[in-house]
């Protein structure tokens, strides 16, 4: 079971190690690839350790460095190939060492860490930055201050060039009035995709062509004056959480295993989580247990066609969302159809390649994903409804089980809430639930799971969390809430929550007895005065 | 199912050998066997006896497929599976890795508090 704190500890005195090598390691590519011009001997060498380089820095957080250095050792690589030597990629590998050394300088001032490993505190996500690029004082103003409520951090640039040259951001907003204003057009919004951050564009003509021209941009939101803050926020809050929510679940049902092993591969090397069924006869178990988002199904097997087992999964509501992906050589257009009308969304026809392949199932996933998510979240909060909360309970459980980690679960509930409706109005009861589903989104973790279980009541989903941790993290939380000051019709007010915690750290893993046990803690919390935290860690207080 | 106990990690590199033995024996509540070099892992495999491998592709001396087809040689490393750590991700050496009869790949950089999992996960696998 892991000891959070003390991998954190080690892991950093790792990473203080290898960060005392890296400097001598980027000293020596530097000797390295100077000596490259006059010594070409140098080259096996170079190469040898770029790929070192490539293979740990990203393992350390040092990603845009790896990634550089892939790129430099490929470049060697092909010159270790290549008949005679390039005289220009020569000179542009001599360059190596200087090139990956501001890398450095960069990542260190960012620190950019890939693991997200402590458990018991808030991550990152309350620090995302969001980049604005707007003339209109007024509006930069307002945007700024809202974002910044939401906890985000915001950064003002001037112009399109400041924007290229600062550190990575999250996001970033761009006003493109007055009509006629040619920002867009700036070589900075001219980059491949992936270049630059999510783009909200603000426009003050809510026409088919400014809407393409943002399209073309590569905006994922677009907004007409005046711009309602809140919609903006939201749509922001989803870009992120749909990045989020781990890799992409892919079920492939094919009875042809060295082809299946073939599509896992290219697939998980892209980051995506592949789980594979040869017999039908284990599918609905294996949909259950994973939960897949897309289904890739091959058309003909031995005993059944695609289509009769694409019904079957249809057969059930859980399923009706998965989009269902044949893989098929059959090329026959109207064969195509008549499966299609039975059940399934998409054809990929074989052979097939291996970008074919990936960019469907990224498409079908993504558009997967943005779509259970809308239809998951609660309107209020925009966090998960209850049954969506339970089926991440249930995911969260069985990744444990697997894992061997620990999981906690913590049920919230805001304490005398039909007072403050009483007393204040819905409305104002409304912003009550905002602002602690704000508050809790805010502060726990990307990996953390949250749901509105009911009117006043929420779920937290910790994984990796032990009841100890989750206790520690709830009650910074429980403090932050009960400081926050409310006010209505003049009046201000204060107000509390109530949480029960339950944790399985070894044996007891259902997962229905951890939301009862987290509901017996609330109670007993309630029970003994509110405004407090319970545990129930299956030991006997 | 045989639970996985014990794993040799061969690697040249003291960094990553560091973060895979930790993640391994923190997260996974593996034992783990650090050799640096396929040479030693090879020397080492009589007396630790893994029951997985992990194994570096691009190395000084005997590289990684070398090291594989010199543990396939000693009886007792019979059907343990071995698993590449590789920095290069094309499918065309992935596929060439399988073809050398290894279990599965892992692709450099890897995620420490993942890694046992994708450990576990060809594991399992492999047993299943």
Redesign the interface.
Same mark, same amino acid.
Request: no cysteine.
């Given at each position: 079971? =892991?000891?959070t704190p #003390?991998?954190q500890t #080690?892991?950093d005195a790792?990473?203080a190690?290898?960060r005392q /090598?890296l400097d001598d390691e980027l000293d020596t590519l530097d000797a390295l690839s100077a000596q490259l011009q006059q010594n070409p001997d140098a080259l096996p060498n170079l190469r040898?350790r770029l790929?070192?380089l490539? @293979?740990?820095? @990203?393992?350390?957080g040092y +990603?845009e460095l @790896?990634v550089l250095a /892939?790129d430099l050792?490929e470049q060697a690589q092909q010159q270790l190939e290549a008949t005679c030597l390039d005289p220009q990629a020569l000179i542009a590998l001599t360059k190596a060492g200087a090139q990956l050394r501001p890398l450095l300088q960069r990542s260190e001032q960012r620190e950019a860490q =890939? #693991? #997200? $490993?402590d458990a018991g505190s808030p991550d990152d996500d309350r620090h995302r930055r969001i980049g604005l690029l707007i003339e209109d004082a007024g509006l930069a103003r307002q945007m700024a201050q809202t974002l910044d409520s939401f906890g985000y951090q915001v950064i003002p640039f001037a112009t399109p060039a400041a924007v290229q040259a600062a550190p990575s951001l999250d996001a970033l907003i761009i006003d493109t009035s007055p009509p006629g204003n040619r920002l867009l057009e700036h070589p900075v919004f001219q980059q491949a995709p992936g270049q630059l951050p999510p783009l909200l564009i603000i426009s003050s003509l809510d026409t088919f062509s400014s809407r393409l021209q943002a399209v073309r941009a590569g905006a994922v939101g677009f907004f007409t004056k005046p711009v309602d803050l809140p919609l903006l926020e939201r749509r922001l809050e989803r870009d992120f959480s749909s990045q989020q929510g781990g890799p992409f679940r892919v079920l492939i049902v094919d009875d042809d295993t060295e082809l299946t092993?073939?599509y896992q $591969? +290219?697939l998980s090397?892209a980051g995506i989580r592949v789980d594979t069924v040869s017999d039908a006869n284990l599918l609905l178990d294996k949909m259950h247990k994973f939960i897949p988002e897309v289904v890739l199904m091959d058309l003909n097997m031995p005993e059944y066609s695609g289509p009769e087992l694409a019904q079957v999964i249809r057969l059930d509501d859980d399923w009706l969302r998965v989009p269902i992906v044949y893989l098929s050589a059959e090329t026959n257009a109207e064969r195509q159809m008549s499966a299609l009308l039975k059940a399934g969304d998409d054809f990929i026809t074989k052979p097939i390649s291996?970008s074919t392949l990936l960019t469907t199932v990224y498409a079908r996933a993504q558009r997967a994903r943005m779509v259970s998510d809308a239809l998951a979240r609660d309107s209020l909060t925009g966090l998960l409804k209850h049954a969506d909360i339970k089926e991440q309970l249930e995911l969260e459980a069985e990744r444990a089980k /697997?894992?061997?980690?620990p999981v906690s679960v913590a049920m919230i509930d805001i304490d005398h809430f039909k007072n403050v409706n009483d007393s204040y109005g819905h409305a104002c009861g409304d912003n009550v639930i905002r602002a602690l589903s704000n508050m809790l989104r805010q502060r726990l973790r990307k990996v953390d799971r949250l749901g509105r279980y009911g009117g006043e009541e929420f779920v937290a989903v910790l994984p990796g969390c032990s009841s100890k941790d989750a206790t520690q993290l709830l009650e910074s939380i429980r403090e932050a809430f009960n400081a926050l000051q409310f006010s209505s019709g003049g009046q201000q007010f204060h107000c509390s929550f109530s949480a029960g915690i339950s944790a399985c750290e070894a044996d007891a893993w259902a997962d229905e007895e951890l939301l009862e046990r987290a509901d017996r803690a609330l109670y007993r919390a309630k029970q003994s005065g509110r405004n407090r935290l319970c545990r129930d860690d299956g030991v006997p207080d | 199912m045989t639970a996985l106990e014990r794993i040799m990690h061969i690697e040249d590199d003291p960094s990553i050998q560091e973060v895979a033995r930790v993640a391994l024996e923190v997260v996974g509540g593996f034992t783990v066997r650090s050799c640096d070099s396929g040479a030693a892992g090879v020397a080492a495999a009589d007396s630790f006896a893994p029951q997985l491998v992990l194994l570096d592709v691009m190395m000084p001396g005997m590289d990684g497929p070398q090291t594989l087809t010199e543990l396939r040689k000693l009886p007792i490393m019979e059907g343990i599976p071995v698993i590449f750590m590789t920095a290069k991700a094309q499918t065309q050496e992935v596929t060439a890795y399988r073809a050398l009869g290894a279990a599965g790949v892992i692709i450099k950089p890897f995620d420490p508090m993942t890694l046992s999992e994708q450990v576990r996960e060809i594991w399992e696998q492999q047993h299943a």
């Open positions: 079971m =892991p000891d #003390q991998l #080690q892991l790792i990473e190690r290898f /090598r040898d790929h070192k490539a @293979g740990s820095a @990203g393992t350390f +990603v @790896g /892939r050792e =890939p #693991q #997200q $490993l092993a073939r $591969l +290219v090397n291996d /697997r894992s061997q980690a | -």
